[in-house]
């Protein structure tokens, strides 16, 4: 069987980043397609982490295709084991995520992005964006008595290092997806939701509440600073500690308050 890169595969053909003589640090200014970010006519998409991969075919086996398709299809097979895995978390484990996983694997709209050796950029930000939503789950798991663990910010179940190990790796994994596609920082919206819907099982309703309550919270912090600010500016006595300074300041203000009306009094 035969590979050839399509017109879309520039990204690799012509990109000089790529190149071992280049140096890797090149992927950190350049886009996808190995224009300077900076420049006019730059694409703005900001994906190293797939460029890198580019290169260690390039560094492998050169421009032949054959070795991009492969690790194509191996990234869609991983991604394909953790759909099934995250189907087993919410649909047990019967012939449901099976059957989740098959279709995900077949489905035209994935198989086009393997096919597609630029479409790597797809398939290694769903790569990262399921382990992080995996390593998510896991730290809901570990935290244990769901709602009032939520509201503590502790971990009920299992330890608080483990706990939270799984909530930096999720973190680690989103920025990963992010690396290889912009739209991987979306897991963190869906973590969220997954946190609130699934794992603590809130309604909609409820939902709005609570997010109504913290902006509520917030509010009346930031009101509270605003007023301690304004006091502390008004009426700088009644903010010292120490009674003898609050009581020399006070005195010092009777005296020039007396001493205004004196020098009112002679000039009437």
Request: net charge positive; with cysteine.
């Amino acid at each position: 069987m035969f590979f050839f890169f399509c017109f879309l595969s520039r990204a690799i053909k012509t990109n000089q980043d790529l190149l071992p003589e280049t140096p890797w640090t090149n992927i950190l200014y350049d886009d996808f397609w190995g224009t300077l970010l900076t420049h006019s006519g730059s694409h703005k998409s900001f994906r190293p982490l797939c460029t890198l991969s580019f290169r260690l075919n390039y560094t492998l086996h050169g421009l032949r295709p054959w070795g991009y398709h492969l690790l194509n299809v191996v990234l869609h097979g991983l991604v394909t084991a953790l759909v099934t895995a995250l189907s087993h978390s919410l649909l047990g484990r019967g012939l449901w995520s099976l059957l989740a996983g098959l279709l995900f694997a077949s489905h035209p709209a994935h198989t086009e992005a393997v096919a597609g050796v630029v479409g790597r950029a797809d398939v290694g930000a769903a790569l990262f964006f399921l382990l992080s939503l995996l390593c998510y789950a896991r730290h809901c798991g570990l935290r244990g008595d769901k709602w009032r663990a939520f509201q503590r910010r502790t971990c009920g179940g299992g330890s608080a290092a483990r706990c939270w190990g799984w909530m930096l790796g999720s973190l680690w994994c989103a920025a990963a997806s992010m690396l290889w596609k912009e739209q991987g920082v979306t897991v963190l919206a869906v973590s969220a939701v997954y946190d609130l819907f699934v794992f603590q099982k809130l309604r909609v309703r409820q939902a709005l509440l609570l997010l109504l309550g913290k902006v509520n919270e917030l509010c009346g912090e930031t009101q509270k600073r605003n007023a301690n600010h304004w006091r502390r500016r008004e009426n700088r006595c009644a903010t010292y500690e120490n009674v003898g300074s609050r009581s020399v300041y006070s005195l010092n203000r009777q005296i020039r308050f007396q001493i205004r009306q004196d020098e009112t009094g002679r000039g009437s």
